[in-house]
């Protein structure tokens, strides 16, 4: 299958600072990513939807402003938390997948996941 | 996307079939049924997905009744790198549609 690398995998940062997370699909165009947050023992939850040179489409419940997604290119998706809490610490995952018409044998390919911790 | 429902946790021992279940009765005429695994502090992981007919590939093998109302991904020789949780979703196959994920089941190999 296809791989999509995210990076970092871990990540540290205080009270108040940003932290970015990048996703990249090495070996294919995706031109939608997605972005899941996952809580210790809970299942992934779907923040938002980027296309790739649009504005992303987040889930209820989720602050755009402070989860700042970026799609500027077909192989590669941001997810920037800004002001981070300590309640923002999480494992964050994102997926991506090629062509909007034609779903992939797999339907989606997902990245490693970062665990963030803001203490 | 149709609901789905599975056991929380199942255990199986090393080297015997891991059988698990996956109820979709509100499955529409459209929609596949896919698996995933995800283990400890990774991303999910393809396994297989089918419409109606049985399925097998390299990692597991999927069955579904002939009412597709529910599924059975088979892992025929479990090892302890098959410990994760895995994931039944049922959605239409187009690049539109999301994944929607459940609390899976936690499956436990043990030696």
């Known amino acids: 299958g296809a791989v999509v690398s995210q990076h970092p995998s871990r990540v540290i940062c205080k009270s108040g600072t940003s932290v970015k997370i990048e996703c990249r699909s090495l070996d294919f165009q995706a031109t939608t990513m997605f972005w899941y947050r996952q809580f210790p023992k809970k299942s992934l939850m779907l923040m938002a939807t980027s296309n790739e040179g649009s504005k992303a489409t987040y889930e209820q419940g989720v602050e755009k402003d402070k989860f700042l997604i970026n799609h500027a290119s077909l192989t590669l998706s941001t997810l920037t938390v800004t002001s981070a809490h300590p309640e923002d610490s999480s494992f964050y995952i994102c997926?991506?997948?090629?062509?909007?018409?034609?779903?992939?044998?797999?339907?989606?390919?997902f990245g490693q996941g970062t665990r963030l911790t803001v203490v | 996307d149709a609901k789905t429902t599975q056991p929380p946790s199942m255990d199986c021992a090393e080297g015997r079939a891991a059988n698990l279940p996956c109820n979709h009765s509100?499955?529409?005429?459209?929609?596949?049924v896919y698996w995933y695994r995800q283990i400890h502090s990774q991303g999910p992981q393809y396994i297989i997905h089918g419409l109606k007919n049985n399925e097998t590939n390299e990692m597991a093998s999927l069955i579904i009744t002939e009412d597709r109302k529910s599924s059975t991904l088979i892992l025929p020789h479990a090892t302890l790198r098959d410990t994760a949780v895995y994931y039944c979703?049922?959605?239409?196959?187009?690049?539109?549609?999301?994944?929607?994920f459940g609390k899976g089941t936690m499956l436990l190999v043990s030696p």
């Open positions: 979703i049922v959605r239409v196959a187009s690049g539109y549609s999301t994944l929607t």
């Open positions: 509100t499955i529409s005429g459209n929609e596949y």
């Open positions: 997926s991506a997948r090629n062509s909007p018409g034609q779903a992939s044998r797999e339907g989606a390919f």
